[in-house]
């Protein structure tokens, strides 16, 4: 069988989409000043309209938006009477971690076992270099068939909002056709999958109070209420004995009617110990895709090194709250924060901080894009159907382009599978499914071109 055109050249670029990736990992883009200075993220900022430029694209900018990030925004005229494609993707990433367990360092892409290992190399700096191979190769067999926006976002991983507020402010900047979030994934290596859910979130802080200062835990500990234990108790109020999410007035028994997610492929996939349950009732898919899920991200308390025989005064949480299409985000929050006032126990003072949040979002798989896409992704992946799945995790940017586009067609496509542990050590990219993407995206907009869509 002759491969196609478009396949032929994008393994030809692939070195190429190494070395660029290997620059842009290099950056240690984490949009929190607190972690890592601002220079990092402004850096990645300007190589991502480096290669924008390199490309031809127009009108490039670096937006300065209201959240204090940078998103870079580039326009490339297509044919009259084309349609319109967005293509977005986000530079910034998650901290590393712990970066003594990453088997490489988690800012210099290693190759290792036929993957790419580097932070942001799946989650979301290899889905801008998948955007550039498409174009490439477009440009390469004939030329972009759409007109084309890229925006690239500089702070989605930290969920503050600020390309959503710039996008309100000017909303004819990323109008389109069709937008392409190039932000998710494949349900499994191999296996071509657009997603069609994603669960919005929110994000609050509480800090509990209960004394004027920390008192020796032999003279008063036993009646001095202590702070860190009232967090564990506040804290394991947000979970039933079985691990199932309980907030007070929030539903969490609604059922997932699509691809299913077999338990123990799930156990594999997130490494679950021998001998551990998973956490939670209904299907794996029910779970992670179609109910609300609590995770405590972060607990200030002192460690254990060093640690004295104290009561503490004060303690504070950070507190992740997955939201599921047909809940709204807000309506969450107040419903969280209300469980936290109401359950503190020993009258200890209460205060709740709202540090990010988006909305849940839900794709209509019945559009046009989605057949060209299925097409292309049919060529991409020989022998493989497109499957559609929920995705657990967030982007509020969809929800917002949903609302100021709403005859805009939006695709869920990206490179994280199971594999790529993506938020996690020793995140990854297969080569594999950069190009298999990387052709996908290029003969959908191939396809959406010639389906008339204006």
Not at 333 to 344: F, G, I, M, N
Request: hydrophobic fraction near 40%.
């Amino acid at each position: 069988m002759t491969a196609h055109p478009i396949s032929e050249t994008i393994a030809s670029l692939m070195p190429r989409a190494k070395a660029e990736l290997t620059e842009l990992v290099a950056f240690q883009s984490v949009a929190d000043p607190a972690v890592y200075p601002r220079s990092e993220c402004d850096a990645a900022a300007e190589w991502v309209a480096g290669a924008l430029r390199d490309e031809d694209f127009q009108d490039v900018a670096l937006l300065d938006t209201p959240d204090g990030s940078r998103s870079v925004y580039g326009y490339l005229p297509g044919p009259a009477g084309a349609p319109t494609v967005l293509l977005y993707a986000h530079y910034d990433v998650q901290p590393p971690l712990d970066e003594s367990a990453w088997l490489s360092p988690p800012f210099e892409l290693t190759e290792r076992d036929g993957r790419w290992f580097g932070r942001g190399s799946a989650d979301c700096k290899g889905g801008f270099i998948m955007h550039l191979l498409a174009l490439r190769a477009l440009k390469a067999n004939g030329g972009v068939p759409v007109s084309v926006k890229v925006i690239a976002e500089g702070s989605e991983e930290q969920g503050t909002g600020g390309l959503e507020q710039y996008a309100q402010a000017h909303p004819e900047l990323l109008a389109a056709d069709t937008v392409v979030i190039g932000d998710t994934g494949n349900f499994r290596a191999g296996l071509p999958t657009v997603t069609s859910t994603l669960r919005g979130m929110t994000m609050l802080r509480v800090q509990l109070d209960t004394l004027e200062g920390n008192l020796h835990s032999g003279q008063f500990g036993g009646a001095a209420p202590d702070a860190l234990a009232a967090m564990i108790q506040l804290l394991a109020s947000l979970r039933a004995a079985d691990g199932t999410t309980t907030i007070d007035g929030l539903t969490a028994d609604a059922k997932w009617d699509g691809l299913q997610y077999p338990e123990a492929e799930f156990r594999q996939d997130a490494k679950v110990l021998n001998g551990v349950g998973l956490i939670g009732t209904g299907t794996v898919a029910d779970r992670i895709w179609a109910r609300p899920a609590v995770t405590v991200i972060g607990i200030d308390c002192p460690p254990v090194v060093g640690a004295t025989p104290s009561v503490q005064a004060g303690a504070r949480a950070q507190i992740s709250l997955r939201v599921p299409p047909g809940s709204d985000a807000d309506e969450a929050t107040k419903l969280l924060t209300a469980h936290l006032r109401s359950h503190a126990p020993w009258g200890a003072r209460v205060s709740v901080e709202q540090v990010g949040q988006g909305q849940p979002f839900r794709a209509d798989v019945s559009s046009p894009a989605y057949t060209a896409m299925a097409d292309a992704m049919r060529v991409a992946y020989p022998g493989e159907e497109m499957q559609s799945s929920g995705m657990g995790g967030s982007i509020p940017l969809c929800n917002a382009l949903s609302v100021l586009y709403p005859e805009a067609e939006i695709l869920l496509i990206g490179l994280s599978e199971p594999e790529a542990q993506i938020h996690a050590v020793n995140e990854s990219v297969s080569p594999q499914e950069l190009e298999r993407m990387s052709v996908a995206e290029a003969l959908f907009l191939q396809n959406y071109a010639a389906s008339g869509k204006a």
